[in-house]
C-alpha cells in the first residue's frame, strides 16, 4: 500500500485519470494480446454507450496506440503503465504476445508481466474518482491481487469460451487422457455432465493431453483458477443463445462466482467507430477490394489462421495451393512472419484472391455483404464474431482452446464444417486438395 502511495506521486495515472464523480469508475485491464484487448475494448464501448460507468483502460505504452486506434472514444481514459526493461524470458522491446516467437514463450510473457504490479496499484491509487470495480484478464492473476490489496473487487474477464471452460473442469477431474491414450487412436472420452460431447485427444489443450501434466503451463492455468475464484465473479464473450447449457452449469458448480455473459462484444461498437468510415477517409486497401468484389457481385471467403500460433512453411504453402486450387474468391489474412507463401502465387490469383500482412478489422470484414464464409483458426473471438455476423465457418483449430472451439461450432451449433486434420501430406500438414475441398464445400460451390 505504502509503495503503491509513493509509486502514484510520479505515475503518469495520477494525471491522466480523471472522471466526472457521478458514474461509477470501472477499470478495464486486458492481457497484453490483440485477441484479449479488443472485446475488452468493446466493453468500454458498452460500459460508454449504455452510461453505465465512467471507464478507464489499462494499457502499456507500445500497445496504446492499437488500443487508442480501435477504442477510437475520448471519452474513455487510457492509462498508460510503463513497461519495465529487461524482463526475463521477454524480447527486448516487445510488450504483447504478437511480438513472442511462439506459444512456448508465452508462459514466461505471462508471468514476467507481473512485474507491472505496482504501476497498477499505483494508478489504480492515484485514479479519481476511486475506482469501483476492476475487470481484469484472468492471465493478469497479479491484477486480482493487486486490487485486492487496495480494497477494489475485481470481475475476472475470461478470453474463451465457456463451453471450454466447463470442460477444463471436467478434464482436471477425470483427466480423460489417461484413458485416450490406452485406448489409442480413434478412442473418444464422453463427458459425464454432458454425454453428446465426445473428445479425443486431439481436442485436449495442451498440457493436459498428457496423462500427468506437469509445467510452466499447469502453473499458469492454476493461477488463473485462483484469480477467477478470489473474484466476484467472471464475465465471458458469450450468450445465452450459443451457451446457455454450459453457462448454467458453471453457476450450479461455481456458488458465489458466476459467469456473466456478456456477448457479442462486437455488437457494442457503434459502426461510425472505425477508422476510415469517416467523411472523406482513406479506406484500407482490402475494403476497397471487398467493396469491389460487392459491386460485382461476387461471394469471398476471408481466411484467418490467428497471430499467435506459427504456421509451419510447408502448411503455408498447400493453404495456398488449395486457394488457388478452389476457384473461390477469398481475403487471406496472414502474420507478417508468414509472408512467404510461395513465389508467384499472388500473382497467379490476382483479381481472385487478396493477401494482407497487417493487422486487419476482423469484424468489420465479416459483417461485408460479400464475405459468406470464415477459414478459421477457431480463437474465440472468430467464432463469436462469425455468429454474430451469421458467416458459416471451416474450422481450423491450431491449438490451446481452439479444437474445443471447433467442437462446439461443428458438432453443437453446427454453424459450419471441419478441415479434416488426418487428410495430410505428411508430418501433420493439411493437403492442399482437402483445403480446396472444404473451401469449395463452405461457399456453397462443391456441386
Not at 497484453?32 to 468493446?42: D, F, K, N, S
Request: proline share 7%; with cysteine.
Amino acid at each position: 500500500m505504502a509503495a503503491a502511495a509513493a509509486a502514484a506521486a510520479d505515475s503518469p495515472c495520477s494525471r491522466a485519470v480523471r472522471h466526472d464523480a457521478q458514474l461509477p469508475h470501472v477499470a478495464i485491464f486486458p492481457f497484453m494480446a490483440r485477441g484479449h484487448t479488443v472485446p475488452l475494448i468493446h466493453l468500454a464501448h458498452l460500459l460508454r454507450r449504455s452510461g453505465l460507468a465512467a471507464v478507464t483502460l489499462f494499457t502499456t505504452p507500445a500497445n496504446a496506440p492499437f488500443v487508442r486506434r480501435v477504442l477510437d472514444d475520448d471519452a474513455v481514459a487510457v492509462a498508460e503503465l510503463p513497461f519495465p526493461d529487461h524482463l526475463p524470458g521477454v524480447p527486448p522491446g516487445v510488450e504483447c504476445v504478437e511480438g513472442l516467437d511462439g506459444l512456448s514463450s508465452f508462459p514466461a510473457f505471462v508471468e514476467a508481466v507481473s512485474a507491472l504490479r505496482p504501476r497498477l496499484e499505483a494508478c489504480l491509487a492515484a485514479a479519481r474518482p476511486r475506482v469501483g470495480l476492476l475487470v481484469a484478464d484472468a492471465l493478469l492473476y497479479w491484477a486480482h491481487d493487486a486490487a485486492a490489496a487496495l480494497g477494489v473487487p475485481t470481475v475476472a474477464f475470461y478470453a474463451t469460451s465457456m463451453f471450454a471452460h466447463v470442460i477444463r473442469d471436467v478434464i482436471l477431474r477425470d483427466n480423460p487422457a489417461a484413458a485416450l491414450v490406452a485406448g489409442g487412436a480413434g478412442s473418444t472420452f464422453a463427458v459425464p455432465e454432458f454425454p453428446h460431447v465426445r473428445l479425443t485427444l486431439a481436442d485436449i489443450p495442451v498440457p493436459f493431453n498428457d496423462p500427468s501434466p506437469a509445467g510452466p503451463l499447469v502453473e499458469m492455468d492454476a493461477k488463473m483458477a485462483n484469480a477467477i475464484a478470489g473474484s466476484h465473479g467472471l464475465i465471458v464473450n458469450t450468450f445465452d443463445a450459443m451457451e446457455g447449457h454450459y453457462i448454467e452449469h458453471w453457476d450450479r458448480h461455481h456458488v458465489g462466482h458466476r459467469a456473466w455473459p456478456v456477448g457479442p462484444l462486437c455488437l457494442a461498437r457503434q459502426p461510425c467507430h472505425v477508422a476510415g468510415d469517416g467523411a472523406g477517409a482513406v479506406k484500407p486497401s482490402w475494403l476497397q477490394w471487398l467493396d469491389e468484389k460487392a459491386a460485382a457481385g461476387r461471394a469471398v471467403l476471408y481466411v484467418a489462421l490467428g497471430t499467435l500460433i506459427a504456421v509451419q512453411e510447408a502448411q503455408l504453402r498447400e493453404l495456398a495451393g488449395g486457394m488457388e486450387a478452389s476457384g473461390v474468391d477469398f481475403l487471406w489474412v496472414v502474420r507478417p512472419s508468414d509472408a512467404d507463401v510461395g513465389a508467384g502465387f499472388e500473382e497467379r490469383v490476382e483479381g481472385r484472391g487478396m493477401v494482407v500482412r497487417e493487422w486487419v478489422d476482423q469484424w468489420r470484414i465479416l459483417r461485408h455483404g460479400c464475405v459468406k464464409g470464415f477459414l478459421s483458426h477457431c480463437g474465440w473471438n472468430a467464432v463469436v464474431e462469425g455468429v454474430a455476423a451469421g458467416v458459416p465457418l471451416a474450422t481450423w483449430p491450431m491449438g490451446v482452446e481452439q479444437p474445443l472451439h471447433a467442437t462446439l461450432a461443428v458438432d453443437e451449433l453446427r454453424i459450419g464444417v471441419r478441415v479434416p486434420a488426418a487428410a495430410t501430406t505428411g508430418h501433420g500438414v493439411v493437403s492442399g486438395e482437402e483445403i480446396a475441398r472444404v473451401a469449395r464445400e463452405l461457399m456453397g460451390m462443391d456441386g
